[in-house]
């Protein structure tokens, strides 16, 4: 865990960009480009309310942000509408994906 995280203005050329969230609290994740291969941004278990993600620019593959904790609140619709996509996405189970 840890509080007030920020990461800005990063291009990701990896296999997964921002990992390990589990019990953050204040993480802020801004002006980024994921031009990653399996996972943009896994939101895990225990991250807490005081987040923000937008203003980022998806473009790689599989999953562009996944989801991990349980029970899911609705954040991925949220998450979808405030960052820009290479391609068409949706949501499918627990990550926003291309539209295949």
């Not at 993480?27 to 203003?55: Q, Y």
């Not at 998806?58 to 899911?72: L, N, T």
């Not at 949220?78 to 996405?89: C, G, P, Q, S």
């Amino acid at each position: 865990g840890g509080e007030n995280i920020t990461i800005v203005g990063n291009t990701f050329n990896v296999n997964y960009g921002v990992a390990g969230t589990e019990n953050l609290v204040g993480l802020v994740i801004k002006g980024n480009t994921f031009n990653t291969s399996d996972e943009g941004i896994g939101l895990g278990p225990g991250l807490v309310d005081g987040w923000a993600i937008d203003t980022n620019h998806f473009a790689g593959q599989e999953a562009h942000v996944r989801d991990y904790r349980d029970p899911r609140p609705n954040h991925l619709e949220l998450i979808m509408d405030a960052n820009t996509f290479e391609n068409d996405v949706h949501i499918v189970g627990d990550a926003i994906v291309d539209v295949e």
